[in-house]
């Protein structure tokens, strides 16, 4: 069964920054596109960012567009998301999600899901 294990998160001040992690396993990792997903209490689960298979191809929200990269380290199952400029409405539960497939950014199209970790930004 494959597994996504978040981690990374805490609490951070407005414009700081906070660099996510995602280690996989049971998984031929380096087939799997994969992505990041939000949640804030009463919101619905919404894209962040995703990146290909190879990590030839990423894709950002327009909301995080400039101050968030998604990367993946084949070699060590790891996919990254590096937040900078953080702003009050980044405050949300981050989720890990991979599908073997292409690119995509809309969460049904995903198979698999981590637990999620806590983003909080405080002023």
């Known amino acids: 069964q494959v597994q996504l294990v978040e981690s990374g998160g805490g609490l951070v001040q407005a414009g700081g920054s906070l660099r996510l992690s995602c280690a996989a396993s049971?998984?031929?990792?380096?087939?799997?596109?994969m992505g990041w997903f939000r949640q804030a209490p009463g919101k619905e689960r919404e894209f962040v960012a995703a990146?290909?298979?190879?990590?030839?191809?990423?894709y950002d929200a327009d909301s995080v567009k400039g101050r968030f990269t998604i990367s993946r380290d084949n070699a060590k199952n790891t996919v990254y998301l590096q937040m900078n400029s953080l702003k009050l409405e980044d405050t949300a539960v981050y989720y890990c999600?991979?599908?073997?497939?292409?690119?995509?950014?809309?969460?049904?199209?995903?198979?698999?899901w981590g637990q999620g970790t806590q983003v909080t930004v405080s002023s």
């Open positions: 049971g998984v031929t990792f380096s087939n799997y596109a």
């Open positions: 999600a991979a599908r073997q497939g292409y690119i995509a950014t809309i969460r049904y199209e995903y198979d698999y």
């Open positions: 990146i290909s298979w190879s990590g030839g191809s990423t």
